[in-house]
């Protein structure tokens, strides 16, 4: 019992150091909110489109990750959009806070074969504290460090870049997060990531049958790359969509997550569902944790409502969405 808490306080530990480097990107996206990924997808669509996000990471563990977060989208003319996206995340007794300022523009490449490039850009405030308030004593250290006082918080701006290229029904994304070094303050004692460059390329294709266009099949894959030690992970995900004949629709799907080295080794998987009724959304994806943690927790849960608002389709078809979900039929 000793050794499995001793890793559970590592894993803690290694989360806080890393917290700025590993912001939970779970399925979120996966709720038709492709601009959680990138601001390229910023006005995308025939409307302003508001995601709001809660997600309870390890339930059942004391102090787990905690997240919430908004995104809104919407076009500003025929070939530009802009975004704006905030969140809130807790893990031990850290907190960090940001926000988030997108531009996108979108181009035509070829008009009958129905290719676009969109290019992005994003301006990022954040704030990273840690609640040294809480911190009591215990048997083991009955007196707290003096030295540790005052307020442990620092801001840091960064800024993401990224392109968008679709065919058709194909799309795909690249994004680099975090281009510029962090400052670090001495209270970190040296420990706190400087380097935050991590690579999140997305890719996919929308199937729609033949015989019923009001269905739409989707896999997809999210591949994420940490810049300052090499990691990597991959999520492979597949949907179901059914529409009505008045936009409205359902989905349903699942997603596969692993670290790249260890493929038939997942660290999650589990199954979503959505619904968009009358410009209302509602999603719930749960992912059931499958490492070493997966006996003191129930999981993830992530849960997504939004708004589609302000419908008006663009003169420009580089704004169309590879799925029916970006806009009414």
């Given at each position: 019992?000793?050794?499995?808490?001793?890793?559970?306080?590592?894993?803690?530990?290694?989360?806080?150091?890393?917290?700025?480097?590993?912001?939970?990107?779970?399925?979120?996206?996966?709720?038709?909110?492709?601009?959680?990924?990138?601001?390229?997808?910023?006005?995308?669509?025939?409307?302003?489109?508001?995601?709001?996000?809660?997600?309870?990471?390890?339930?059942?563990?004391?102090?787990?990750?905690?997240?919430?977060?908004?995104?809104?989208?919407?076009?500003?003319?025929?070939?530009?959009?802009i975004g704006i996206s905030a969140y809130n995340d807790k893990n031990g007794n850290t907190r960090q806070k940001g926000l988030k300022l997108s531009f996108a523009h979108h181009l035509i490449l070829d008009w009958k074969s129905k290719q676009y490039l969109s290019f992005?850009?994003?301006?990022?405030?954040?704030?990273?504290?840690?609640?040294?308030?809480?911190?009591?004593?215990?048997?083991?250290?009955?007196?707290?460090?003096?030295?540790?006082?005052?307020?442990?918080?620092?801001?840091?701006?960064?800024?993401?870049?990224?392109?968008?290229?679709?065919?058709?029904?194909?799309?795909?994304?690249?994004?680099?997060?975090?281009?510029?070094?962090k400052d670090t303050d001495d209270f970190t004692g040296g420990l706190e990531p400087r380097l935050l460059l991590n690579y999140q390329f997305y890719t996919g294709y929308v199937f729609t049958p033949k015989h019923n266009k009001y269905v739409e099949f989707e896999p997809?894959?999210?591949?994420?790359?940490?810049?300052?030690?090499?990691?990597?992970?991959?999520?492979?995900?597949?949907?179901?969509?059914?529409?009505?004949?008045?936009?409205?629709?359902?989905?349903?799907?699942?997603?596969?997550?692993?670290?790249?080295?260890?493929?038939?080794?997942?660290?999650?998987?589990?199954?979503?569902?959505?619904?968009?009724?009358?410009?209302?959304?509602?999603?719930?994806?749960?992912?059931?944790?499958?490492?070493?943690?997966?006996?003191?927790?129930?999981?993830?849960?992530?849960?997504?409502?939004?708004?589609?608002?302000?419908?008006?389709?663009?003169?420009?078809?580089?704004?169309?969405?590879?799925?029916?979900?970006?806009?009414?039929?």
């Open positions: 019992m000793k050794r499995i808490l001793i890793f559970i306080i590592f894993i803690f530990t290694t989360f806080s150091y890393s917290q700025e480097l590993n912001l939970p990107v779970w399925t979120q996206y996966l709720a038709d909110n492709d601009f959680v990924i990138s601001p390229t997808y910023a006005g995308i669509g025939d409307n302003l489109k508001i995601r709001a996000n809660g997600l309870t990471q390890w339930v059942g563990i004391k102090n787990a990750p905690d997240n919430q977060s908004i995104y809104a989208d919407f076009r500003i003319s025929n070939r530009s959009g992005g850009l994003s301006y990022n405030i954040n704030n990273f504290r840690i609640d040294i308030e809480n911190f009591n004593t215990t048997y083991e250290i009955p007196i707290l460090d003096p030295a540790i006082n005052g307020d442990r918080a620092i801001s840091n701006n960064n800024f993401d870049a990224g392109f968008l290229y679709r065919w058709n029904k194909f799309y795909f994304s690249a994004n680099a997060n975090n281009l510029i070094s997809s894959m999210f591949f994420q790359f940490f810049d300052s030690d090499n990691r990597s992970a991959t999520d492979i995900n597949f949907k179901y969509r059914k529409f009505n004949k008045d936009g409205d629709y359902y989905w349903l799907g699942a997603s596969y997550r692993f670290l790249n080295d260890q493929f038939f080794s997942p660290l999650n998987v589990g199954p979503m569902a959505g619904i968009l009724h009358n410009k209302l959304y509602f999603a719930y994806s749960y992912q059931l944790t499958l490492n070493d943690l997966s006996g003191f927790n129930s999981g993830t849960h992530v849960v997504t409502i939004g708004l589609n608002l302000l419908q008006s389709a663009s003169n420009c078809p580089c704004t169309k969405g590879s799925s029916q979900s970006y806009y009414r039929l």
